[in-house]
């Protein structure tokens, strides 16, 4: 294959890929309107933990992608805006672990996870969660 054929197969894919994140934002916006809280660490858990079976071959690019996409497409109904620091105590702290949901940053990295300086509210909660798991 040359390279303006495979130039063509890529756009080709964006094109699909970012047909399915509408249909994918259609679906959440669905599940979103038909319950009554914005978020649950205890649905977060599930959500990554089936991911994390099912993809263990991602790296940490794929999960911040995975994240990323679950906030951006959840905003709006309350979901908290990890990437704007929603759950840390100093808003100008930055990197790309601070920007990652922190139950997902706890399972995958939980050294780094230990670094953040998470609100109370939020850090109670995760805690809570781990601590109901075991």
């Given at each position: 294959m040359?390279?303006?054929a495979l130039?063509?197969?890529?756009?080709?894919?964006n094109t699909?890929?970012?047909k399915l994140l509408k249909k994918r934002k259609e679906i959440v916006s669905?599940?979103?309107?038909a319950k009554n809280i914005a978020w649950s660490p205890l649905r977060e858990l599930d959500v990554f933990t089936e991911y994390l079976e099912k993809n263990p071959e991602n790296g940490f690019y794929d999960h911040l992608i995975y994240s990323l996409l679950i906030e951006s497409q959840a905003q709006g109904r309350g979901y908290p805006q990890w990437s704007r620091s929603a759950h840390?105590?100093?808003t100008k702290e930055f990197s790309l672990f601070t920007i990652m949901?922190?139950?997902?940053l706890r399972m995958i990295n939980e050294?780094?996870?230990?670094?953040l300086k998470l609100k109370?509210?939020?850090q109670s909660q995760i805690e809570e969660l781990w601590q109901n798991q075991k």
């Open positions: 040359d390279l303006s130039r063509l197969e890529l756009d080709k894919t699909e890929i970012f669905r599940i979103q309107a840390l105590e100093c949901n922190p139950i997902l050294s780094e996870y230990r670094t109370k509210t939020y």
